[in-house]
């Protein structure tokens, strides 16, 4: 977890960021049904309801069971909700999770109110321990914020009907910009999160890397790329794939991305978003694609991924939260970018796959207790994503973020930014 | 289906009786939230809301679409709510069922609502083709209204918070009256159904089977006896197990019928019902038991269960209807029986599993047109149970009914009556 | 198992017998290598040297181990060559028979020679259990020097080099005869084995059953006849098959018998066989077809399986020795019939599928001691087949014979004759 | 591939190496049995006979099939024994290689002398591309030298008859050496093969690499060590565990290291080898452990696991041909080390597992043409391990070279060695 010092003034920062997230996940939760909010539609997703839920808890189990006078909601939602602390106890089975009809989505919303007026007690003089788990509880909700779009995206895109969450926006009907490539010169830098701001445990620490000379695509791959790769037979040619990614190609019988299905018109491509059932967009990044996939088409394109420390150091001098967040305006989709003359949305559009599994830093070591299972015991098998998407909360993402999942993974807003060596 | 002759004045009768099963789904339907209608626990189970469209599909399906005029709720359900049907096209896969969180439950019922009034349109002067048909969706509701309260109990078993779905009843804990045998002669004595009555196809054609003598216990085995069955290593003795029925032991790791759990108290054992929580019964019917199971405690009893002739026979004297059935009254538990002097409990309490195969009978013809898939294709590999359950609806039972599920299954309230040879 | 009462003379006649058919499962395994012996091809499927010593371990536990000095050939065998006799004790998993690489072919014939010189010792002068065990164990290898060939030639299926186990026979190329019909009355007829002659526990106790009239194809179905099946599409259409076979259809891909593969010349078949790969014989009896698709030629053909009654009335007054067994001449494959004005090719041609379920006769009871697990504990799931096999040993098969298999199982030599109600 | 430039005068010394490397495949595959050699235990495993066809199908695809004149030895080889070369077209499925009885290991052993035959006339004079190539099959034919001893003992350890491949060697009961740690600087230093000696593609191009200050174990854990684990409950405590690895601990039931198996006496544990089942010997090197396992006890320890670079800068001044390889003297088992004053067994003992994903080097391209498929398209989801085991033909391993497995897999001669940041 977070190592940094945190001025005093900080406390009403921290409570106002405290009931802005709060609020945020609530306002997400608002145009679901009692259902929507309950059904699992895989293993790898959760119900909204869970989410929901799951974030209160964290609270209630890492500050609140530790204040004097404190009642916990409900003893057993300790099991119903902890994800996966061992140090916390039995739970309820991931793949179950969608079974618990019950408490409704109006209890796990009293829950969320009972935990929060603790919190907002708490808040008002929280102690250094007490400030940095709720920082942390914050950064954790932002997270789940994410996961309740894309696990109900993944919900809605299993029923026939095509449900749209949201309602359309205005629609992108460009052609791509043309593809421009920015050079860096490498030499050692320094990766890892440093300063005062918070960062997750696995950020740090900070450490030198040493980069040769790269360069990086000044934008994301495209929708009309991806078909162009779709329409070069890019699904069915083993050539271009790591072995496992063809074992998955062939397993899946996979020939688009997530969400991709063949319009009535032969070659046209309809996507399900949250807003439904449309049309591709040919200049928004193309998403829901998985590191086999953005490999497989990074080689097809005679580049390759870039490393987490090149995009990084890339990454390390631009402005995070000028991306294409998710912020009270509402859940958005991937975005086309207009012209420029450097990187552009680096953050903010799509999680770009690096070429780097996650694993510790040099001199890693996990936060202290039970929150220290929050990121070390997953550093195995998964690959590093840069940036934040369109789902992701604004404030959320910074140069140094670290998110990961597994490279057969392709629920989320992931895409895909070329590198090359020079 | 049934190819009885009906007599005119029955048209009334039978708008009634529809009436009242509409009626009676949407009473159980009541206590449940929307997301309790919409969550599926396992592939054979579905979720309530589905049941709910699903019988109403029927109507629109094999009635009303024929009916001039008639506009379908939503043509997508056609999609959403075919449940086996080859001839009706493609439909949503059985196991993703609880994947649709919408349509919700309300509109399901305004679905329910738009189809009871066209048929009640259609019933005041139906066409024998149209009365015949009705008369089989009324039936084919009626056991749904069964699945619909197993297919609840099954999910809300998997909720750690052991939600009631009703409450609790008066409790019996007296103890199992005494078992006695009633003796039947045998010799050619006839099956199937025959007469004026609704009768599904499977359970024709009326035909003639040889019985050698025969005795059937007066009663069902009770929980008080399963509990010797258990405490005399019933679960862990192959010997007297069907080799398919040890090696579901031995996968399950069973111990005792479904939703039966351990008490603090060693060697007590609580269920989990409808009605929540609660000790075991001692006398009342044993439940939720599978073929395998049903095998194996009849050996180890020194019996057998009965062949489906031998069970009809015996009951075919009786009157179905004064069993303890599923009505307005509200679900009910197995039951135990009072003393008596004749066979007891044969319908109306739990469904009996006979030691003969779900079979067709010598010159079974399927019905005609999609109906026809209602029975004949599941001929394989299935038993025959017998005489209904407590969540059966009255009036739907009759001794030629012929009930049938894989030797594995027991989320049904499926019980047993012992056999010998005489 | 068999409960006759056996002549004093026959004691000549069993030592023949067990030494001929001790004679004939070397001779089986004569072609094979050490590696062709030693590979399972499949968990329903055990390698041929797993064949030649659990056939000598059945005598060593059944009878040799209670005689006195009578030495085990080795200790661990008792564990490897167990098949599933719950009473023995612990014993190699099935799906894992074929990693035994040792001991070697030749050491399994050391073992056959160590049990057959101790138990023709035991045959001079056996006592009546003896004789009953014996003979017993004669009919058990008989059953396993079908199975011997039956696993052989899957595990030859799937290697594309095709081997051949056996020359090929002078091939028979002319077309099916017609199909006729040969009615029986009906009635209260005897099933089941009486008399002298061994017959396994199950096909007890001899019984009445009664038959409504029927009548049967006079021979079985043609791979001819067959083909006309495919080219009718009838591997595509729902409405012909049961649903668990439709299921299975579907997950198989089956478009054809097991071992059947399209020439190069559209329209025209290969079947694979223990004498390698050749052109289907158009009137050669179809073969290794499972229940599923028996079930759903004869509803294409508008007619129906036999039920085991009829079948077994039907085959009573014939002479079972006159079919085409395995006999020294060595394996043959499926024949072609001649002309005839009766029921031809009931014995020995292809194992013919019932409608029937293998469940207990009435008054059934398992033989005593381990033996008892013989036949009884595989009462669920499988269907009666009857008449024998061209990889039977003659002498092994009567009309009271039952056969049985899982309804998707299809490497045995399975096919089918018609039958219908009168 | 590699792309060194070699020397005129190395052609004879790659006769020789051709030769020598033929010879010893032979070797090790003559104590088997034509069965021993066919059977496949699980898919990750190969039979030996495969084994030794594919490594001279090698030569033929690569070598010969370009040779004016050659003649394949059977054109269907190439459809059995081709690996995964996606280029060189369809292939046996890898899973099913141990369904191919035929052709026999003599066969094999023929179509082995052909191959050489051929290979020996090419190698008289062969061209820099035949060479190079050469080189390379004689290098892919030691990685499966050394598969098919793995692969073999995993087969033998599912026998309950415990074979033994090799006579057993004089046994070491020795308490291990204390363990010592070994400083480096770190800094700019270089990784990657350089030079002119042979490499695999994946260890090219050498690049800069850079290093923080860090220690090395002196020796590689032992039994005695790996038994504490054990005993201070290391397979039961999910905060050693990464996520995945508890997993896998859990679905496995691990507790010991795999072909340990727990003796009669309470605490002491045999282990499995190819000299047969004994008692482990406390000294030697602890092996056939996965990844998970290495990082549990690492994190257990204390300590960590070295990354690649900072192994191969470790290893890099030291004699790899002077450890504990393969070579004539047939194979052995991992040793101990006996006392020393610096790094001990980094070659030739146990392969050691790193932190590290098998990625590309910056730089990196696969070799030209089919033979670029070798190493490239495995670089997802490994993790790379150093040194080489006993199991290792000597001359094959140097400090750059990259073996790699999956996190899960430990049927190889898999071990660790501590590492520490300074």
């Known amino acids: 977890m977070h190592r940094t010092v945190r001025a005093a003034a900080s406390e009403e920062a921290l409570a106002h960021r405290f009931h802005d997230t709060r609020r945020l996940?609530?306002?997400?939760?608002?145009?679901?049904?009692?259902?929507?909010?309950?059904?699992q539609s895989m293993p790898d997703a959760s119900p909204a309801k869970w989410h929901l839920a799951h974030t209160s808890w964290f609270f209630e189990a890492f500050i609140l069971r530790d204040v004097a006078g404190y009642e916990p909601f409900d003893p057993s939602y300790a099991y119903l909700f902890n994800s996966y602390y061992e140090s916390e106890g039995a739970r309820q089975p991931r793949p179950l999770r969608g079974m618990l009809t019950r408490p409704s989505l109006d209890r796990v919303l009293d829950y969320r109110r009972h935990v929060d007026a603790a919190m907002e007690a708490v808040l008002q003089t929280p102690s250094p321990r007490q400030a940095e788990l709720a920082e942390l509880g914050v950064n954790h909700e932002q997270q789940h914020q994410e996961l309740m779009l894309t696990d109900l995206l993944h919900l809605f895109a299993q029923n026939p009907l095509h449900p749209a969450y949201a309602a359309p926006e205005h629609r992108l009907d460009g052609v791509p910009e043309p593809l421009d490539w920015v050079a860096f010169d490498g030499?050692?830098?320094?990766?890892?999160?440093?300063?005062?701001?918070?960062?997750?445990?696995?950020e740090a620490p900070a450490h030198d890397a040493l980069l040769a000379p790269y360069a990086l695509a000044d934008r994301p791959v495209t929708n009309a790329e991806w078909r162009s790769f779709i329409d070069d037979g890019g699904y069915r040619r083993p050539e271009l794939w790591l072995s496992d990614g063809w074992t998955w190609v062939q397993a899946e019988g996979a020939e688009a991305p997530l969400y991709w299905t063949p319009a009535a018109e032969k070659g046209r491509w309809l996507r399900f978003g949250l807003d439904g059932l449309h049309p591709i967009e040919p200049a928004a990044a193309v998403t829901h694609i998985n590191y086999?996939?953005?490999?497989?088409?990074?080689?097809?394109?005679?580049?390759?991924?870039?490393?987490e420390a090149e995009w990084e150091h890339a990454g390390s001098g631009l402005t995070p939260?000028?991306?294409?967040?998710?912020?009270?305006?509402?859940?958005?989709?991937?975005?086309?970018?207009?012209?420029g003359d450097g990187l552009r949305d680096m953050f903010g559009n799509v999680w770009e796959w690096t070429g780097s599994a996650y694993l510790p830093y040099p001199g890693f070591a996990p936060a202290e207790g039970a929150v220290g299972e929050y990121n070390g015991k997953f550093m195995c098998g998964q690959f590093v994503l840069k940036g934040g998407s369109c789902a992701t909360p604004r404030g959320h993402a910074r140069a140094s973020y670290r998110n990961f999942f597994y490279p057969h993974q392709r629920w989320q807003f992931t895409g895909l930014r070329l590198a090359k060596s020079l």
């Open 292 to 307: 086999y996939e953005a490999d497989a088409y990074a080689r097809w394109a005679g580049a390759r991924l870039p490393t």
């Open 321 to 339: 939260d000028a991306g294409h967040f998710l912020d009270d305006a509402g859940p958005v989709r991937p975005r086309a970018t207009g012209p």
């Open 25 to 39: 996940s609530c306002a997400l939760a608002a145009p679901l049904s009692d259902a929507d909010a309950t059904v």
């Open 187 to 202: 030499g050692i830098v320094r990766a890892g999160h440093e300063g005062d701001g918070f960062a997750f445990d696995c």
